[in-house]
């Protein structure tokens, strides 16, 4: 019994809005032994919407278009990643581009749902849930993408001043180093120390546990699903990226293009650092 109240503590009771489930079931009522009703619809109703996140996530727009629109797996090519970067690379920017919004767009549904229904703290978790199923789907046999886009997505719609501010220094690193992985590893990291910092700077207060431990978590996942993109920074070997192909790669592309071979095969050996 102590444990539901604790856990219904730790996911309502924290400085933001708690959402409409919490006035529903428990506005006005302390959490204790003799109060369970309220505690037990809306943990249950946390958790479901923690599914409903996952499996959410777990809609890989890669491997989605790759199979309706070129009856093709993405899989196959690049880096063999099922994300928005491999997409680009392989089927071009616009392809690339509608990959990324969907992978966004995935994210934000899922935390504004949970942010009106149950709450930041509860909103967090769904977030981090979404991205699981990103990079774990269980649709796929869990092999899906790294989760920068849909970590993106998360952190807009939980914390958009944070975001904005993460979104900067991926934007700094990955022009400036001409590493897209490394952005992503860098911003990643910066997340949690960036939420501390606005929640001082608005809410004269630190993030609540719930908060900093899901900011924590989706920060590991996505430096543990870099680590190859890790070992070839290390070594030198990671490629690099430009918004304009140099003239000579340009060139290149003319020629490879008219041999008779599918438009979206990559050369044995090519590999683009895909982070999404």
């Known amino acids: 019994m102590k444990v539901l109240e604790f856990l219904a503590r730790l996911v309502f009771c924290n400085r933001t809005q708690e959402g409409l489930i919490f006035s529903w079931f428990g506005a006005d009522k302390?959490?204790?032994?003799?109060?369970?009703?309220?505690?037990?619809?809306?943990?249950?109703?946390?958790?479901?919407?923690?599914i409903a996140s996952y499996l959410i996530g777990s809609i890989n727009f890669s491997i989605l278009i790759s199979k309706l629109a070129f009856n093709d797996d993405i899989h196959k090519y690049g880096s063999q990643n099922a994300g928005s970067t491999n997409m680009n690379r392989v089927y071009g920017s616009k392809i690339g581009a509608l990959t990324l919004v969907g992978d966004v767009g995935k994210a934000v549904v899922s935390v504004l749902i949970a942010r009106v229904l149950l709450g930041d703290n509860a909103?967090?978790?769904?977030?981090?849930?979404?991205?699981?199923?990103?990079?774990?789907?269980?649709?796929?046999?869990?092999?899906?993408?790294?989760?920068?886009?849909t970590a993106g997505g998360v952190i807009l719609a939980l914390e958009p001043l944070s975001g904005l501010l993460t979104l900067v220094i991926f934007a700094i690193v990955t022009f400036g180093m001409h590493y897209v992985s490394l952005g992503s590893i860098m911003a990643g990291l910066f997340y949690p120390v960036?939420?501390?910092?606005?929640?001082?700077?608005?809410?004269?207060?630190?993030?609540?546990?719930?908060?900093?431990?899901?900011?924590?978590?989706?920060?590991?996942?996505?430096?543990?699903?870099?680590?190859?993109?890790?070992?070839?920074?290390?070594?030198?070997?990671?490629?690099?990226?430009?918004?304009?192909?140099?003239?000579?790669?340009?060139?290149?592309?003319?020629?490879?293009?008219?041999?008779?071979?599918?438009?979206?095969?990559i050369d044995e050996g090519e590999e683009e650092e895909d982070d999404n």
């Open 30 to 50: 302390e959490f204790s032994l003799d109060q369970l009703y309220p505690v037990l619809p809306m943990l249950l109703c946390v958790l479901a919407w923690m």
């Open 123 to 149: 909103a967090a978790l769904c977030g981090f849930c979404c991205m699981l199923g990103h990079c774990f789907p269980v649709y796929y046999r869990f092999k899906g993408g790294k989760g920068v886009a």
């Open 194 to 265: 960036l939420l501390n910092s606005v929640s001082k700077m608005l809410f004269h207060t630190v993030p609540t546990a719930l908060m900093s431990i899901s900011a924590v978590a989706m920060a590991t996942l996505l430096v543990a699903r870099h680590h190859a993109n890790i070992k070839r920074l290390w070594t030198g070997t990671e490629n690099k990226f430009y918004l304009k192909k140099k003239k000579k790669d340009e060139e290149e592309v003319e020629k490879t293009a008219t041999e008779p071979r599918s438009l979206h095969r």
